[in-house]
């Protein structure tokens, strides 16, 4: 039910802009009707959603912030330890978007095993 909100449509070749434009509208429109927010809040996918993300979003932010207090005890250098930490924020900020681009071409029980195992 959700994945029916962020699955883009492709235009038909022989619909111009502004048909295409109100083709989306009208579907949006549609979709409100048919999936309010409460009713999507209350499902059950929401909730696995949701439960998963929390989950794996709690280990990320325990990691990014004890890798200063772990590394003020273990390494000396400062400048080595900002190096580090911000190498790792800018992997984290291309990696975002090469997992999401992954989401286009599998789905997404694949994507999320692999960076699980990762």
Same mark, same amino acid.
């Given at each position: 039910?959700?994945?029916?909100?962020?699955?883009?449509? !492709?235009?038909?070749? @022989?619909?111009?802009? @502004?048909?295409?434009?109100?083709?989306?509208?009208?579907?949006? !429109?549609?979709?409100?009707?048919?999936?309010?927010?409460?009713? $999507?809040?209350? #499902?059950? !996918? *929401?909730?696995?959603?949701?439960?998963? #993300?929390?989950?794996?979003?709690?280990?990320?932010?325990?990691? $990014?912030? #004890?890798?200063? #207090?772990?590394?003020?005890?273990?390494?000396? @250098?400062?400048?080595?330890?900002?190096?580090?930490?911000?190498?790792?924020?800018?992997?984290?900020?291309?990696?975002?978007?090469?997992?999401?681009?992954?989401? @286009?071409?599998?789905? *997404?029980?694949?994507?999320?095993?692999?960076?699980?195992?990762?």
């Amino acid at each position: 039910m959700i994945s029916n909100f962020v699955k883009p449509m !492709e235009p038909p070749r @022989d619909t111009n802009e @502004d048909d295409w434009l109100e083709i989306q509208r009208t579907r949006l !429109e549609e979709l409100a009707r048919k999936a309010p927010i409460l009713k $999507i809040l209350a #499902s059950r !996918e *929401f909730f696995q959603v949701y439960f998963l #993300s929390l989950s794996q979003i709690f280990f990320g932010y325990y990691v $990014i912030n #004890s890798f200063k #207090s772990y590394g003020a005890a273990f390494i000396e @250098d400062d400048k080595f330890l900002t190096l580090i930490g911000s190498v790792g924020a800018l992997c984290n900020g291309v990696f975002r978007i090469f997992w999401s681009s992954l989401l @286009d071409y599998f789905p *997404f029980r694949r994507v999320n095993f692999i960076l699980l195992v990762i």
